[in-house]
């Protein structure tokens, strides 16, 4: 109760007088309220606190601090409400330091943060999108070509920034470098940048991996950090040759690939692969593979013969190895790479191909040496409607033409359905799952599953399978498609789509390829008779495209819009349009009345038309005029813009009851310091008319 009281302190209120009243007001009220509530007048308990309230009310309006108080803030003690602030330290609200901290800021906002993304900027601009340096790029471009061999590619490599910048020429290096050079220079090809000094250092190191020769210890860092970026770089390379339809340079650069992870040198025997292999090794497997009779020969690489050999006749043939090596050999061929490659090409409802169709080529990889793929369901073109033979067995029991057969096979029917239905429901999310990424080419790109790692014991770092499968079209021998593997999985599809060529008899490459793995890569042929188009079907892609284009315009195009809607479809856009012409009119009018315009050329004509129809708007205004006035007094005065229909006839401009339209066509600006709108206190008969 008594914080209430507290609260609710009025003195104006307690002593019954106005607020802000006089001093000597104050003090009759209080000489008035103490005699009523005075102890010795009045006993009751009420009285003593009134006589309280009375006298701490004087007491505070009295005072010229407590009543400034209790006018500012409610309260005559001052201030009392609550404040939220930050805590800073002292020196930043010191005075003295002013000056400093607001150079701070400025330093900080205008030239750090500038500096800063300045920096960031430059530095994220220097790479593409795959991570290779745009220098670098440019390198890799200008020396590639068509037909680059593979034994070009380690110069090219060499020519990357990254290297040059990342493992510079040392001079605690060169006795060691100048030793190993020497030791490779025979096999050296000239490249570009034989030159500089840092290439040939990256060059070398590369020269060495591939040729396996040992590595002084001052070197072993600068080879372990070129190998930990090769296939990033040689990715940035492979998708300029891809994107440039190379065929010859594509398979380089992923031959390349190969040869680097497995540290081999060029046309080197694919068997150096296997563990606990060596030239000797290499020479009793050939020779019991080339005595094998021609029917019993297999196709395929060394390494798949050398398989299919057979584990008694490869340790009859390999007596040099131990037990333990024979096993180690025995689990790489299981898991060496081995792939079968099928495809379907096919114009979508066509069955047959002419000249400009667009062909869907679907190819199916089988990577056999991977686990089997539960999910995979090889039928995809399976018909909505089942042949209804396949019930014969369950109708057996029942009479063909009666209820109960149609009921049993209706029955079979639905369950087929549902059967039918509840597939391509997985397989649709098969396919989402196994959609290959978009966008990424080339073998840098991240797989979807768990990659498949690869045996590489000379390459430091961890390897992992990568495939991609290249479309070529023999005779013109360019690049028509490509698509990189990315599920990890045992069966896998890509879809290439391509034009078909002009009419005749077209031969195409389906190429398989492992960045990983010498003798792994595939081929087969495909074949595609192409006939002419029709005469009255023969269109050029471009004037397909022409015509879908024109078809869109036409659904997309919007109804006329209605005259008496101003050019509009709806009520809405009429109204939008009359806005819109309104200010564009408020617009023109400015533009020609600032520059004299309006008075002089429009002005005239239109008093000549307000005054024939003069007779007609004073009829009109007889029973508008009563909500005109209600409409100037309460929304909106119409005198704002009088002056554009007043009569202009009155030639003297010094008559006081001229026109304001008049005096502006005289160059009288008088009225400038004249306020219509307002009693003119100087001189009240001047503006009385308005």
Not at 313 to 327: C, F, I, S, V
């Amino acid at each position: 109760m008594q914080s209430e009281e507290m609260f609710s302190f009025n003195p104006y209120k307690i002593l019954e007088i106005e607020e802000g009243a006089e001093p000597t007001q104050i003090k009759k009220a209080y000489r008035s309220m103490s005699l009523k509530y005075h102890p010795d007048k009045c006993s009751s308990p009420e009285c003593e606190n009134a006589f309280i309230k009375v006298s701490k009310a004087y007491e505070v309006l009295t005072n010229e601090e407590t009543r400034k108080n209790y006018e500012m803030y409610g309260n005559p003690d001052g201030y009392h409400g609550t404040s939220v602030t930050i805590g800073l330290p002292s020196w930043l609200t010191n005075k003295e330091n002013e000056l400093a901290i607001l150079v701070a800021y400025f330093v900080v906002l205008i030239v750090v943060i500038p500096v800063v993304v300045g920096l960031w900027w430059r530095n994220s601009s220097k790479f593409l999108e795959d991570g290779v340096m745009q220098n670098t790029a440019y390198r890799f471009y200008r020396q590639v070509q068509e037909n680059t061999a593979a034994k070009f590619m380690p110069g090219i490599l060499a020519s990357a920034v990254e290297f040059c910048e990342g493992v510079p020429c040392k001079n605690n290096q060169a006795d060691d470098l100048s030793r190993l050079h020497k030791r490779v220079q025979e096999n050296f090809v000239k490249n570009q940048g034989d030159m500089n000094n840092d290439i040939m250092k990256v060059k070398t190191l590369i020269y060495a991996h591939l040729l396996r020769e040992p590595i002084p210890a001052s070197l072993l860092d600068d080879t372990n950090y070129c190998l930990e970026h090769s296939h990033r770089l040689l990715n940035g390379l492979l998708n300029i040759v891809i994107e440039q339809r190379f065929v010859t340079a594509t398979m380089n650069v992923i031959e390349f690939s190969q040869l680097l992870t497995q540290a081999l040198w060029f046309h080197s025997n694919p068997l150096l692969q296997l563990p606990h292999f060596d030239m000797q090794q290499v020479k009793h497997a050939t020779r019991v593979l080339s005595n094998i009779k021609d029917k019993d020969k297999a196709a395929g690489s060394p390494i798949e013969r050398l398989k299919q050999l057979g584990g008694e006749k490869r340790r009859e043939a390999l007596k040099g190895l131990g037990p333990e090596q024979h096993a180690d050999i025995d689990v790489y061929l299981a898991n060496f790479p081995d792939i079968e490659i099928s495809f379907d090409a096919k114009v979508e409802d066509e069955e047959d191909v002419q000249e400009g169709d667009v062909l869907n080529l679907t190819v199916k990889v089988e990577r056999k040496h991977l686990q089997a793929d539960p999910d995979w369901v090889d039928s995809d073109d399976e018909d909505e409607e089942p042949d209804e033979s396949i019930f014969d067995k369950q109708l057996e029991a029942y009479e063909p033409g009666s209820e109960e057969y149609e009921s049993k096979k209706e029955d079979l029917m639905d369950e087929w359905r549902d059967a039918y239905f509840e597939r391509q429901k997985k397989k649709r999310e098969r396919e989402k799952k196994r959609n290959p990424q978009t966008g990424e080419l080339g073998f840098a790109a991240k797989p979807l599953h768990d990659p498949v790692p690869v045996h590489a014991p000379f390459f430091p770092y961890e390897r992992f399978e990568q495939w991609m499968v290249l479309l070529v079209d023999v005779k013109s021998n360019k690049l028509v498609g490509y698509q990189k593997l990315s599920q990890n999985s045992r069966f896998e599809k890509v879809q290439l789509k391509f034009l078909a060529p002009k009419e005749g008899v077209v031969h195409y490459e389906i190429h398989a390829m492992c960045s990983a793995y010498l003798g792994a890569d595939k081929k087969v042929l495909m074949k595609k008779t192409i006939t002419k188009k029709k005469e009255e079907e023969v269109k050029t892609a471009a004037e397909l495209a022409e015509d879908e284009d024109e078809e869109e315009e036409e659904e997309e195009e919007e109804p006329e819009g209605k005259w008496y809607y101003l050019g509009g479809n709806s009520i809405g856009e009429l109204i939008l349009n009359i806005i819109a012409l309104g200010i564009a009119g408020v617009m023109l009018f400015n533009f020609l009345y600032a520059r004299g315009l309006w008075q002089k050329y429009v002005q005239p004509p239109v008093d000549w038309i307000l005054k024939i129809l003069a007779p007609f708007l004073n009829f009109v205004s007889m029973y508008t005029s009563p909500a005109a006035l209600w409409f100037t007094a309460n929304v909106y005065d119409f005198r704002h813009v009088a002056f554009l229909f007043e009569n202009m006839t009155a030639a003297n401009v010094s008559d006081a009851n001229a026109t304001l339209s008049t005096r502006v066509v005289k160059n009288d600006t008088s009225f400038l310091n004249e306020d219509p709108f307002k009693a003119n206190l100087f001189n009240m008969g001047v503006r009385d008319e308005l």
